[in-house]
């Protein structure tokens, strides 16, 4: 359906304009440095939000290290690792969460699906396996102040030209408990769709978020790219 084409080099390079407004500050994203891709403290206004950025700071470091070098064909956004709050959301609720630019070109499939479709299509085979690799990279799920993990997707809007790119973007949040259950498969996707906060959005303007599907996908563990080896250390199997 998707097939995803990565430059290893080029993830730093232009990438299409993205606008989500979430309740967390944000500069204008782009393909994130190691330095420069977990949210500083000084962009959290809360005593809870700096206590868990702080404490999970080298954690989140090597999270960013694990998309960088074994999942090259995504692209971390600036700022794109951090303890947000779903849009709306007045409670001090944090969720830990990553934003990912997904480069792919598209065989006209992807083009004809509907918007809803896209969205169940990437969740599936990007956001899943992101999530599944958040929870078990770091320790934060044990954390009382911390109420679940949210996933970010951005991606080409299909049909536009090359000089007139736009996103489209899905943000996801679940609480732990909802998350747990799910990625042991004791909840069935349609219940675990219920109980998340899904926001979409084209380019700048908010959507009806429509339906969400969840099926199986493997491309995001199984994909390798041509020619490419992560280093040892990068310990990506």
Request: aromatic content about 10%; overall charge positive; some cysteine.
């Amino acid at each position: 359906m998707i097939s995803a084409q990565a430059l290893r080099d080029g993830k730093r390079g232009a990438v299409a304009v993205l606008a989500v407004v979430l309740a967390l500050a944000m500069v204008s994203p782009s393909l994130a440095t190691p330095e420069d891709s977990i949210t500083p403290l000084e962009q959290y206004n809360t005593s809870k939000a700096k206590a868990l950025a702080s404490t999970y700071k080298p954690q989140l470091v090597r999270f960013y290290e694990h998309v960088y070098w074994c999942l090259p064909w995504l692209g971390v956004a600036k700022n794109g690792i951090g303890f947000r709050q779903p849009k709306g959301v007045t409670a001090d609720d944090r969720y830990l969460s990553v934003w990912v630019m997904i480069d792919q070109t598209d065989d006209g499939s992807f083009a004809k699906m509907p918007r809803e479709r896209r969205v169940s299509a990437m969740f599936s085979r990007y956001g899943v396996d992101l999530l599944r690799r958040l929870t078990a990279m770091t320790s934060a799920a044990s954390d009382a102040d911390l109420t679940g993990f949210s996933v970010v997707l951005s991606w080409p809007k299909p049909g536009l030209p090359p000089d007139r790119p736009v996103s489209e973007t899905m943000a996801l949040f679940v609480d732990k408990a909802s998350l747990a259950d799910f990625l042991a498969k004791r909840l069935e996707p349609t219940e675990f769709v219920s109980r998340v906060k899904l926001s979409v959005f084209d380019g700048k303007d908010p959507l009806t978020p429509g339906k969400l599907e969840i099926w199986e996908d493997t491309f995001n563990s199984t994909f390798k790219l041509k020619n490419y080896e992560a280093p040892k250390e990068a310990k990506c199997s």
